[in-house]
C-alpha cells in the first residue's frame, strides 16, 4: 500500500473505533451556539503524541516494493515515457466544448445566471476587502452575506468567482472576462497591501479566536470559497493570479496551522476543527495536483475529518444530524483524493 495513503487510512480506522483513549466527540455545529459542549456526535481521532502525529504524516513514494499496490497501478494503467490518466477512464468534459442549444430551458437558465452574474459589481463585491487591507473602498457595499458587519463576509465573493469562472468557460462572455478578473486584481491588490498572504474580508484575529475555541463564525469556510474561487479562476479562465494567491494564502495559514499544533497540540487543531470548515481539504489535495508541494497535501490531510469520513467509508449510519452543507465538502474531497496520488506524477 502506498505510504502517503497510510496515514487517512489510520485515521479514519481509528476514528470508527468507539471508545478509544484517543477520540473525543466530533460534530460541525457553531461552537459559540453550544458554549463548547456537545452531547453527541462521532469520535474523532485526536493523537495526544507529537511524535506518534508526525510519524503518521505523508511521506513521498519511495522504490516500488513488491506488493505495493499504487505502483502497480500506475505500471498497469501508464504508457511507456508518458503519464496522465488512461485512455480508457471517464474523464469531466470541458466547459469549453459544452454549448447549450439557444432557445431551450436550459439555455434560458443559464442566460438568467449570466445577467445575475454581470449585474454584481466589482467595487461592491471586494468593499470588505478593501476595508480589511487599508485600502481605499469606492461605492457602496452590498448586505446580506457581504454587509460589513457580516461574520462570514467574504464568502459569497468566493462563489462569485467560482461561478463566473465556470460561466465564462461556458459562454466566453467577453464583458463577464473583464468583470472577474476585475474583482482578481482587486483581490491581489488587497493581498499584496496586507503583505503576508493573509486574504479575507474580515481580521485575522477572526482566526485567533478560532484557535482559542472561542466564538468565531467558521472562518476557515470562507477562506475555502475565496481559494476556490481563486483556484477556478486559473484552471477554467487561465487567470496565473488566482494560483499565486492561492498558493501565498496557503503558505499564510499552513503556519497557522503549524503553530497551533505546536504552541498547544494536535487535539487543538482537531477541536477547533468542530468548528465548520468547509471544503478546505478538497481545495488543497486540488491545489496540490497543480503544484506537487508536499506541504499542500499535508495540509489536506490536516483538514480531512477522519471521525466523519473513517465511519462513512464502513457503512456506519450513525452519520445522521451533520449539517450537510459542510460534511458534503468532506465526502466529495475524495473526488480530489485519487487524482491527487494516481495521477500525480
Known sequence: MARSMV??????????????AALHLCVDRLYDSTQGKHDDGLPHLNPTEEATWMALLPRK???????????????????????????????QASLHDIRLGPGSMYWQGQQTNLEYLLYLD???????????AGLPTVGEPYGGWE???????????????????????????DTLREKMARVVDILDDCQRKMGTGYLSAYPDEAFDMYEELSEAWSPYYSIHKIMQGLLDQYTLA??????????????????RVKNLIQTHSIQRHWE???????GLNDVMYQLYTLTKEQK??????????????????????????FILISEVSQFLSNGSVMPAFFFSG
Open 296 to 321: 499542500h497535501l499535508t495540509m489536506a490531510h490536516l483538514f480531512d475529518k477522519p471521525c466523519f469520513l473513517g465511519p462513512l467509508s464502513l457503512h456506519v449510519r450513525r452519520t445522521l444530524g
Open 238 to 255: 487561465g487567470n496565473r493570479k488566482g494560483l499565486g494567491m492561492v498558493v501565498w494564502m496557503t503558505d499564510y495559514f499552513s503556519e
Open 7 to 20: 496515514p487517512l487510512l489510520l485515521l479514519c480506522m481509528a476514528a470508527a473505533m468507539e471508545g478509544a
Open 272 to 278: 477547533a476543527m468542530n468548528e465548520e470548515t468547509g
Open 147 to 173: 454587509a460589513p458587519d457580516g461574520q462570514l463576509r467574504g464568502h459569497f465573493v468566493g462563489h462569485y468567482l467560482s461561478a463566473s469562472a465556470h460561466m465564462w468557460a461556458s459562454t466566453h462572455n
Open 122 to 132: 466589482p467595487d461592491r463585491l471586494t468593499w470588505s476587502f478593501r476595508q480589511q
Open 61 to 91: 513514494l519511495g522504490a516500488k516494493a513488491e506488493f505495493d499496490w499504487l505502483a502497480l497501478y500506475r505500471s498497469l494503467t501508464r504508457h511507456a515515457g508518458g503519464g496522465g490518466a488512461p485512455a480508457e477512464f471517464l474523464s
